[in-house]
């Protein structure tokens, strides 16, 4: 099994930053594509960043420029920082990640709990 638990979410004013962290535990061989999603009251769930294992980001339109995916693979851990937060990014920000466990060749996705970010304006 795999827990992923995220931290450092909040509540900010509107052009303020937070970094959110999420560390990867359990038994497996390897972490693939490590990616952040947000759901929003009354809306559907959203991939804001994604990062691959060798680094490489791609970014929902919204937050390019604003912000960062970051991962230490030795640490198993992906960051997001997000600088110059508005009111719209209030969300349940989630960590996923696709995971090759022992014994199998098949990635499997798990998700965090998610951590909630409030931005005030």
């Known amino acids: 099994q795999v827990q992923l638990a995220e931290s450092g979410g909040g509540l900010v004013q509107a052009g303020g930053s937070l970094r959110l962290s999420c560390v990867a535990s359990?038994?497996?061989?390897?972490?693939?594509?490590m990616r952040w999603y947000r759901q929003a009251p009354g809306k559907q769930r959203e991939l804001v960043a994604s990062?691959?294992?060798?680094?490489?980001?791609s970014y929902l339109d919204s937050a390019k420029g604003r912000f960062t995916i970051s991962r230490d693979n030795a640490k198993k851990e992906v960051y997001l920082q997000m600088n110059s937060l508005k009111p719209e990014d209030t969300a349940v920000y989630y960590c996923?990640?696709?995971?090759?466990?022992?014994?199998?060749?098949?990635?499997?996705?798990?998700w965090g709990q998610g951590t909630q970010v409030t931005v005030s304006s």
């Open positions: 990062s691959t294992h060798g680094g490489s980001a």
């Open positions: 996923n990640a696709d995971v090759l466990e022992f014994g199998t060749t098949n990635l499997r996705t798990y």
């Open positions: 359990g038994s497996f061989l390897s972490i693939y594509d």
